[in-house]
């Protein structure tokens, strides 16, 4: 396979793909080319070349041209790549060695190379993966949802950054999405990107021009949430790796959080929480989507740490390892009673927690670290017991072992919750 640097001749060939319907489905916004546009986007490809010293070639294999290859210049420390293969020589993988030429070609020149495709086009995501890029962002372009991926050393501020939250050990803990600068983002691009990533939650920051002050909303693959506590862990060692340890603060739809960091570790503290003795209808319904026919002692309640979590005590280690619950009838539930996850716990001792929790309104079966619900439940407990201090151990059954240090002693209801947090390779 041969790159040819784009020049005069090479013309006619943008001009045929420019009005053939099965390439221009995937391009732009869509529509077909006129012959004066083709021809605006000749020269500039030219001028690319004069400035940059790279740009479009022409794909020639066995002597036959069989598509484009574009590297574009994108700022000091990125090149984007793009590529048309014709449609005469498509499931060839063509593709693919051409984004794997152009990616080696554009790391060669600067430290991170980026890539687009139409949210329709499948097939395209699958070959820049391929190619060893990652999904990084979202954005509406020409009206039309565009996925990016990108590969270099380290991200830009609108790529998403994968921490797991509560643990040491990326194989652990709750996996959570960080945008450190979502400025500009719609809801809509949020969301999409949080579907995306596909955890549980992923964080968008919006910086407050302050230094160590931001604005911070959390969405699930399925709906934005006001509060989530693995992954304001995870943005509060993202960005004190960025901007040095120290505190915190972060206005959330949940109200204002405070977080203190140092050595890989942030503590959070929570809105002032507060528990009510939930209904027995709820405890009913619940317990019959769970596959509950008995719970342990204590009362359940909906407990308040920056969202609502219903708290039900189970009666052995057993019965929690065995949780195997109706996902729709428990989702139903929830969004019917402002629930965002359900804190199934054994108490193995008064230091020692053991929990699970379903998350089936946010799209996933289950958290495997939930700092919101571990600040619910400890103001419960200092509600029922007086002020304490414990460890949640939370995650063992989904084999991501999650730590959250829970400090219920304040006497101002709000509670603290410690965990470390590190990157995903």
């Known amino acids: 396979m041969e790159f040819v640097r784009w020049a005069d001749e090479h013309f006619e060939h943008m001009l045929r793909w420019a009005t053939d319907p099965r390439m221009i489905t995937y391009v732009a916004d869509g529509k077909p080319w006129t012959p004066e546009y083709v021809a605006e986007r000749h020269e500039q490809a030219l001028q690319h070349w004069e400035e940059h010293g790279f740009g479009l070639h022409l794909v020639i294999e066995d002597g036959v041209v069989v598509g484009l290859a574009q590297l574009a210049d ?48 499948v097939a395209s995501g699958r070959v820049l993966e391929k190619a060893g890029l990652r999904y990084v962002t979202s954005k509406i372009v020409f009206g039309r949802l565009q996925h990016g991926y990108a ?19 990326p194989d652990g803990g709750n996996p959570a999405g960080v945008v450190l600068d979502a400025t500009g983002l719609s809801d809509e691009e949020m969301l999409v990107i949080a579907a995306k990533v596909g955890y549980s939650e992923t964080a968008f920051v919006l910086p407050r021009g302050t230094g160590r002050e931001f604005d911070v909303r959390y969405f699930s693959p399925k709906a934005e949430v006001p509060f989530c506590g693995h992954a304001t862990i995870a943005t509060s060692v993202a960005l004190t790796e960025r901007i040095g340890d120290g505190p915190l ?21 929570s809105v002032p929480t507060s528990t009510s003795e939930a209904s027995s209808e709820l405890v009913e319904a619940a317990l019959e989507a769970l596959g509950y026919k008995e719970i342990g002692d204590g009362p359940v309640h909906v407990g308040f740490g920056g969202a609502r979590h219903l708290l039900i005590p189970l009666k052995d280690r057993e019965q929690l390892a065995g949780l195997d619950y109706d996902f729709d009838a428990l989702r139903d539930l929830m969004l019917a009673n402002d629930l965002t996850t359900v804190h199934l716990f054994w108490r193995e001792s008064k230091d020692l927690v053991h929990a699970r929790d379903p998350f089936p309104v946010g799209g996933v079966v289950e958290d495997a670290a939930t700092g919101a619900a571990a600040a619910a439940f400890g103001g419960y407990l ?44």
């Open 151 to 169: 590969l270099g050393v380290g991200m830009t501020d609108q790529g998403v950054l994968r921490y797991s939250a509560f643990t040491k050990d």
């Open 249 to 269: 603060t972060f206005h959330t739809q949940a109200g204002e959080i405070t977080i203190e960091t140092a050595g890989g570790t942030a503590s959070l503290t």
């Open 74 to 121: 994108r700022g000091p420390d990125e090149i984007e790549i793009g590529y048309w293969v014709d449609p005469d020589h498509w499931g060839r993988g063509l593709a693919t060695r051409i984004a794997q030429e152009l990616r080696d070609r554009a790391l060669a020149r600067k430290p991170r190379v980026f890539a687009g495709h139409q949210a329709e086009n």
């Open 382 to 425: 200092r509600d029922l017991e007086g002020p304490q201090r414990f460890v949640i151990s939370q995650g063992e059954d989904m084999g991501r072992p999650s730590r959250l240090e829970v400090d219920a002693t304040r006497e101002d209801r709000r509670v603290i919750v410690t965990g470390a947090a590190v990157p995903i390779p």
